[in-house]
Every structure is written in C-alpha cells, then in structure tokens.
C-alpha cells in the first residue's frame, strides 16, 4: 500500500499504538515517509501521556541518525508544556498537541511556546 501512496506521489505513513510493539515493522519502515508514534490510546482526547512509548521513538531515531532510515518520527497524545520536551530530547521531529492547543486561552500563544520548548531541548541536543 505505501508503494502505491508514494507512487500517486503521494507521502505514505503509518502509526503504531502504545502497546503495538514497534519491532515487528521495523522492516517495512523504509517503505513510509512518517511514522506516528501514539502515546495516548486512540479515540478521545485530554489523555495523560504515556512515557514508556518514548523507547520506539529513540530506537527509529537511533536508526535515522545511523544512516539506517529515512522517516519524520511524529508523536501524538498527552503532548503539552509537561511533555514536549521529553519527547523532543527522544528524537521526535512533528508534535500533535489537541488539548494543550485547543483548551488555553490563546491558542496561538500555546502553539508558540510549544514551539519554543521543542526547539529548545533539540537544539540542546545537537550541541
């Protein structure tokens, strides 16, 4: 399916859920532009966010940063000022943040300081 995503010209993704092991798709993630990587449950928003799905994002990262891969690693569920910098320091490139954005007051000011603090802690990685 991604092959014929990508030949539509298309970019080809998939996801993994918090309990979904991450080792058994290892092979097909050349064949994806994005993996999503939930940490949350899938189907209601507002949920806490489960650290323990940050091992997949440092294993894929490892990987891309090796040379082995070429994937923009997303993360979506629970990501709000108290978790984007973890997720950030793990190798995270995209953050989907509902209720961290949707629920403040001022939306736009959310989205930037979420912005800032992702920024920040990749930037203190690459030094």
């Known amino acids: 399916m991604a092959r014929d995503i990508r030949a539509a010209g298309a970019k080809a993704g998939i996801s ?71 997720a950030a320091e793990a190798g995270v490139d995209c953050f989907v943040a509902g209720s961290a954005v949707y629920g403040a007051d001022d939306p736009a000011a959310a989205v930037a300081a979420l912005r800032r603090q992702a920024g920040a802690a990749s930037l203190h990685l690459s030094l």
């Open 16 to 86: 993994v859920k918090p309990g979904t092991p991450l080792e058994p798709y290892l092979d097909i993630l050349p064949h994806f532009d994005t993996l999503l990587v939930m940490s949350v449950e899938p189907g209601f928003g507002g949920q806490r966010f489960i650290p323990e799905v940050l091992s997949k994002v440092r294993a894929v990262r490892k990987m891309v940063d090796a040379g082995e891969l070429t994937i923009l690693v997303e993360i979506d569920g629970g990501i709000n000022d108290d978790t984007i910098e973890q």
